[in-house]
């Protein structure tokens, strides 16, 4: 390996002022080393967690080998930084993964309103965090544009120039609820993990900055006639396959086109842009996965066709269920862009035990993307055979690019182990697969069936059920964990016996 | 605490010759005395194995709670003596639960052929192991018989008095398969503790004896009118909410007259009945629970109504699915006996990943009791649309009182994941609840739903995994795990490109 500082020399950092920014994209002989210092590298295995239960810690998962292939090049400081970030801005999450930062939304920030905290806003970093002054950033659009330019922070946020938009804006990861897919099948581990996501890989912030559409019109004089994606590059560093890049992603020129579905934004619900969520400037993408909404956003690309970075053209692919390890290609899968309709149950939390009086309440959320937004939510108290409409008074406003947090009062009956499902309806009429089974795909994205939860059922309308109640009230004692033997005698001896001499095992005659 | 000299004296050894075997059911002040000392102490609380992953380790559970229950009686020798008869007796046995001792079959040797090797039978134990000569042996039988009589071994075994018996029976625990349960919706956490069985707590012997028939005929002269229940007494010690028992259970007086499927037996496959097993007499009764089949055996008892026994009145009760923790009663369950028909998938096994050219093989037992016999085996590759049946060929040979194995090749085109299930038709056309939840129960007994186990299948005979498989073979490399990832390129990026160029993402107009 080489020394510490002949590697600080081999991949400086291309800008005074621009920390943790490599530029990988314009030195093909820079790739070629980092590839050559790589390939003569042996690196930790990535965590297996899907085989086996996932470790009750936080972080749950540690990213050995992504720091590793940061420390061969002489980059450990990228990584420090970003947890040092972490700690800051972020102190709160559920820390999926420590580097690359992976942080999901606890449950009760989560449904806490319809915008999210940034404090609580889930994050799924792909390289380390790049830490930028305002001052030094400038922006290069470039491609098949009229005119390439180059615009500082200042420029863009020169209201004389580009007129501003606030938007609220739902993103979602597309491993969102993956842990339903991993528990019944597990799938693809891939070199960056695919966190095992539960529901809170989903937030909602109202971002501030200026349409993608007016900056291409009126800085650049417009698109060539032969654009048709434009491709955001971030300032952080990307690994596939022992070849370093800058991360690169794509969306069709024609979502453009709506001035309020593709901003570049520097301010997140009203303070500016936090380190890890992209400052000094960030792109966001309604209605698409999260991916596309690039952070650290410096170069902005225009294309014929789709990027071929690879987290664009080699992640985030969407394969038929027959498609695995044994078969696999990058050209048998589609890419993902617009998110499907989805839904989550949040409270009450699978295998929760809960007491009530012949109804139970649940919350969650609701999100479509492509355009669409969710219209109606239904709740199934029985695993999918009945379903209650959740009153639209009970239901957060309608946004074109945002969720919709909804909550219902379900009817139940029945004691012991019910089956709770959600699933939502959205404006196009679109609704949820019903089986994890229906849409599971070997990268394990989109988990976008009917979220299922089995909770404990214990109805108080019931006399013996309140008698058994009052009894472990009487005694001081708890009845969970349910699974905890009682100590005392479930019934008289005599009564059992009048029992069951009226009613014998077996028949007289 | 009373020393443990002091203890000795309090609770002695009946006789001579029986080590480990102490009389409770004719000393009420001997319970009262053991009561007083089981109340005035706190037992570590058993291990929660449902709301958590098993423990990787074998022993999987340890009986911390039952032996401190021996030990505060002075009995600590009695769990010495069991852990050694395991070692020498059972040593390579899935050690599901120490004390009492539990132990689950391995899985080749399940399959090895219809009678189970004596070192590998499984044992569901409830006590220690008493250690009893069979010299000093003798079985008393009183309570409804005409002529209350003792006998010892040597007069059992007096084939001019009672006529000799070999019969092949499978015996099952009523907790077989419960892990299926468990997984989906814990249930009671019995203070005797409900073992995590897989398919392997069901096992079949050939045993030598006298059918009881047979001796309640010729030794007692007959049974009383009244008489409906045969109560068998074990030398093992049994707890109960701080009472102290001898095991006691019953079955009917009218089971009794097949004078094949309730025998008093001192052989199993041509061997002394180990101490494990119940040395030096046991009761085996075919087609029920084999908690009925009572180790140790040393007093039979004939009721007018079932044994009071806490091992038959409060506990392997089944329940209907709405009865838990917050209202469950003894006598809202009623006692299992006869066991229903149920089967299980052994190879391949849960998350195997089976490489295969268009046909894969599956191999399991199929069981019936109450009189029944398994008659048609069926299997489903699709979760439970398309069935093939077992050609009748493939299975061993019918009993009356054993299960059947077997095998069969089911076409299987598709790949990934892919979920077989099984099914039994018995003799009298009973087959199996479809899911878990068919058939769930507090006490997570009886699990005879489908047994259901994903595997992901590789078909060779498909090009491009042909293709797939070649390469990982060139290379030296195992496509197992399918969670680590692949190093390589999974395409040519110039034939991934011209495959997207032909199918774009987005349409061109």
Same mark, same amino acid.
């Given at each position: ?6 590697? $600080? ?8 002022? %621009? ?10 002989? +820079? ?44 980059? +450990? ?99 969102? /609820? ?11 581990? $891939? ?46 560093? *990307? ?17 453009? /086109?709506?001035? $309020? ?105 609701? *999100? ?18 009945? %379903? ?14 945002? %969720? ?32 994890? /089974? ?21 109805? /108080? ?12 009230? +009487? +005694? ?34």
């Amino acid at each position: 390996m080489e020394s510490s500082a002949m590697l $600080d020399q081999l991949f400086p950092e291309e800008k005074p002022g %621009w920390r943790g920014y490599i530029e990988w994209e314009n030195y093909p002989e +820079r790739k070629e080393a980092a590839a050559k210092i790589l390939l003569s590298n042996k690196f930790t295995p990535s965590p297996e967690f899907q085989l086996v239960p996932l470790p009750q810690t936080n972080p749950v998962l540690v990213g050995h080998r992504w720091k590793e292939y940061h420390e061969v090049l002489g980059l +450990r400081r990228i990584v420090d930084f970003s947890w040092e970030t972490v700690l800051k801005e972020k102190p709160d999450m559920i820390h999926l993964l420590d580097f690359p930062y992976n942080g999901e939304t606890p449950r009760a920030p989560l449904l806490a309103g319809k915008i999210t905290d940034n404090k609580y806003h889930f994050v799924r970093n792909h390289g380390g965090v790049p830490d930028i002054d305002e001052d030094a950033f400038e922006l290069e659009i470039t491609g098949l544009v009229n005119t390439p330019v180059k615009l500082t922070m200042k420029d863009l946020k020169d209201a004389s120039k580009f007129p501003q938009i606030t938007v609220a804006v739902t993103l979602q990861c597309s491993g969102t /609820r993956r842990i339903e897919q991993i528990q019944q099948y597990p799938g693809d581990g $891939d070199e960056l993990i695919n966190a095992p996501w539960g529901e809170g890989a989903i937030g909602t912030a109202v971002y501030r900055g200026v349409p993608l559409k007016k900056v291409l019109k009126h800085a650049c004089g417009g698109l060539k006639p032969e654009a048709r994606h434009v491709e955001f590059v971030g300032a952080d560093t *990307y690994f596939k396959k022992n070849t370093v890049y800058n991360y690169a992603v794509s969306v069709p020129t024609r979502k453009v /086109r709506q001035a $309020d579905e593709v901003i570049l934004a520097w301010e997140m619900n009203g303070a500016p842009l936090p380190k890890m969520h992209g400052f000094p400037l960030r792109a966001v993408v309604a209605g698409v996965i999260g991916a596309r909404s690039t952070k650290w956003l410096y170069r902005i690309n225009v294309l014929a066709e789709p990027s071929l970075g690879p987290v664009q053209a080699q992640e985030y692919l969407y394969y038929t269920s027959q498609i695995g390890k044994h078969n696999v290609k990058y050209s048998n899968g589609f890419s993902i862009q617009n998110m499907p309709v989805s839904s989550a149950i949040i409270f009450p939390q699978e295998k929760d035990v809960v007491v009530h009086d012949g109804a139970i309440s649940l919350r969650g959320w609701a *999100y479509s993307g492509g355009g669409n937004w969710p219209q109606r939510v239904e709740v199934s108290p029985d695993g999918g055979h009945v %379903w209650y409409a959740v009153d639209e008074d009970d239901m957060t406003e309608k946004h074109y690019h945002t %969720w919709r947090l909804w909550t219902i009062s379900v009817p139940v009956d029945a004691e012991g182990w019910i089956e709770f499902c959600v699933r939502t309806w959205d404006s196009s009429c679109n609704t949820e697969p019903t089986f994890v /089974r229906s849409a599971w795909n070997w990268d394990l994205h989109v988990t976008s069936s009917c979220h299922r939860i089995k909770i404990y059922s214990i109805n /108080r309308s019931k006399p013996a059920t309140a008698a058994r109640l009052a009894e472990y009230a +009487r +005694r001081g004692e708890s009845i969970t964990p349910i699974t905890r033997p009682v100590e005392w005698s479930l019934e008289d001896p005599v009564e059992c016996l009048t029992q069951r001499r009226k009613h014998p095992r077996e028949p007289v005659d």
